[in-house]
């Protein structure tokens, strides 16, 4: 039972310890996700090792002191996702129906073939656009009839799991899919009229996750890539999507210095989407990023339909000149050189 905790533990200190490095290698960059997890073993592991055994031996207390250490750099990176910490994101205290935006994401799973319930909290939610990752053809067809209260809309189902649609009641001025990085991996990129007839962009994506064999060199690029460019727009930005990366890893930080966008989630939970069907390993991993001219309103995760993702619903209100309340983090100069690397990087590989 000693040597098993023993085993156990270090294996949590290694696990607390490898995701520092900066690298892209796949067995590495998937430690960034289960940081909460791994503090609720380490404090499994103390609890009874401190209960059941004395500390008899100089190891023993390192061994101790260092489990305590590594509670404590995983409490530093999920710490932000509490109610404990401040919240950058503002609430909107006063309704404005003609600049509200109601966005609902939701990564259907391909697989999945449970239509009915889908379109049925589609219905009950109203969502004025909603973004669709992992449609295949199939799902294209079965949801069709969501043309007639969607009129505009940008549509790509692929069968490799990386297809994208985007359905919206707000006109499109301009609307198109890019492949940004790798020709079978597309993004939707639009600029969108409010029903105030304020332009805004939003940007949906969905960069390949850390898996056996796959580094994440075109995950950071693609998401740096759009981080520039929201950053360079005039317009106030969204950005959302199944990101295949949690809200504390090192390179979604340096998206949200790069492009200047607020997330919601900061001080208000981890709002986590993935896996509906493993409760204890749940991950935040679709994200909605937005320009601090945006206040929040609402942010809400929907029910489970029988795909391994929830939905995730936002409510958006641009309020431009309440954007000084609202002070998102800027990219120094280190930033911008990290960066760079990594699209290029991202580009050669």
Not at 202 to 224: M, N, W, Y
Not at 275 to 304: M, Q
């Amino acid at each position: 039972m000693k040597l098993a905790l023993e085993i156990a533990g270090c294996l949590m200190i290694a696990f607390t310890f490898l995701p520092m490095i900066r690298t892209t290698k796949w067995w590495i960059r998937i430690l960034d996700f289960p940081r909460f997890q791994i503090a609720i073993i380490i404090t499994a592991i103390l609890l009874l090792y401190l209960i059941t055994y004395r500390l008899e031996s100089s190891l023993e207390y390192v061994f101790v002191v260092a489990l305590i250490g590594c509670w404590i750099l995983q409490a530093r990176y999920i710490y932000p996702f509490t109610f404990l910490s401040p919240k950058p994101a503002k609430r909107c205290t006063e309704p404005d129906p003609e600049n509200t935006i109601r966005l609902m994401i939701s990564n259907i799973k391909m697989s999945n073939k449970n239509t009915g319930k889908f379109l049925e909290i589609v219905k009950q939610n109203k969502p004025d656009m909603l973004l669709v990752n992992e449609p295949n053809n199939w799902w294209a067809e079965h949801l069709s009839e969501l043309d007639k209260d969607y009129p505009y809309s940008v549509k790509k189902p692929l069968e490799n799991t990386y297809g994208m649609m985007l359905f919206s009641k707000l006109e499109f001025i301009k609307a198109n899919v890019q492949f940004l990085l790798e020709s079978d991996i597309p993004s939707i990129h639009t600029i969108l009229k409010l029903r105030s007839g304020e332009e805004i962009e939003f940007c949906g994506v969905h960069p390949q996750p850390p898996t056996i064999g796959s580094d994440t060199d075109k995950r950071e690029a693609e998401l740096l890539v759009v981080g520039k460019s929201v950053k360079e727009s005039k317009r106030a930005s969204i950005v959302a999507g199944d990101l295949n990366d949690v809200g504390w890893s090192h390179t979604t930080k340096l998206f949200e210095r790069i492009s200047g966008l607020l997330d919601p989630r900061i001080g208000r939970g981890f709002f986590n989407t993935y896996n509906v069907f493993v409760p204890f390993f749940r991950y935040p991993l679709d994200h909605v990023f937005y320009d601090p001219r945006f206040k929040l309103s609402k942010l809400e995760r929907l029910p489970k339909f029988g795909s391994d993702h929830f939905p995730i619903l936002i409510e958006l209100v641009y309020k431009p000149e309440e954007k000084h309340e609202q002070q998102p983090k800027k990219a120094d100069h280190e930033d911008k050189k990290e960066a760079a690397e990594l699209i290029e990087k991202g580009m050669e590989s």
